[in-house]
């Protein structure tokens, strides 16, 4: 049966690292078709994605910028499009939710709470010398800011899409964010099924301990009892070792460049497919069965993908 198998989601590119950390982060629309491509044919029922500019990799939030690659996408693959409302932290969410709003995607991401966002412990781990003269300040200035989503703009975004169709990756980096969730259950603005995608690793954030694994498992588990489904992201390091705990605990997983760009210890991944070719080993070797683009569908009651504005 379809619902006991796993859905592999895979984030290409994010808004989390810069160009200069890694040759092998796509960054032009080219470059972000053929990695989700690689990523669904090696085993992702789900893409995430994000846009950025060609020319810097700067993250860019313009419907226009998705345009060229989620159609490539589309019409070579049956993978499940997974639009970002997160942007980047630096983005006010009137920009961030325009490309799921206009392009009407099978499921858009959306972040649960403001918080502290740090990226700037990246900078001393990268050795060279920064390509593009807005990523050192980008990373650096996540200690002073925030990532902004008060109840106010997840409501805004939940409002704003109401009409499409869309369900949510709902994304919480901390337990309180699974009782802003709840709170937005009740008022009836999201609907069950829901997807809960818990983010651990991310500096303000909850952490990658077993225990928080555990104690995020078993909050969502009193908060929405059979009302959801679960799956679970390691920043960095912890990427495979936190998917392999969720899945044993009948859990889904998310991997992809934008959650950690290597593959093992001083290791870059050479590309998105190679993370879900390593997931998914493990998840087979664990004894479990991997979901299709079509499973994920009928899983998380997805509209489908003639059902998209693009």
Known sequence: MAKN????????????????????????AQEIADAALGAAEAGAAVVHLHARNPQDGRPDQTPEAFLPFV?????????????????????????????????????????????????????????????????????????????KNTLADIEFILTTCAENG???EVECYDIGHLYTLRHFL???????PLFIQSVFGILGGIGPHPEDVMQMRRTADRLFGNQYHWSVLGAGASQMRVAAMAASMGGNVRVGLEDSLWIGPG????????????????????????????EAREILSLKGGDKVGF
């Open 5 to 28: 198998k796993v859905i592999i989601t895979c984030a290409v590119t994010g808004a989390i690292h810069t160009p200069s950390m890694s040759p092998y982060l796509p960054i032009t």
């Open 71 to 147: 159609k490539v996408i589309k019409q070579a693959s049956n993978v499940v499009i997974n639009l970002t409302t997160g942007g980047s932290p630096t983005m006010m969410v009137e920009e961030r939710v325009r490309p799921a709003a206009t392009l009407k995607p099978e499921i858009a991401s959306l972040n649960m709470g403001t918080m502290n966002f740090g990226l700037y412990p990246m900078i001393p781990r990268y050795k060279g010398k920064f390509k593009y003269d807005w990523e050192e300040p980008y990373l650096e200035g996540s200690k002073k800011g925030m990532f």
């Open 166 to 168: 869309t369900r949510f």
């Open 186 to 192: 009740d008022r009836g603005l999201i609907k069950a």
């Open 267 to 294: 290791k870059l991944a050479e590309s998105n497919a190679q993370q879900v070719r390593n997931v998914r080993q493990i998840l087979e070797g664990m004894g479990l069965e991997i979901a299709n683009p079509d």
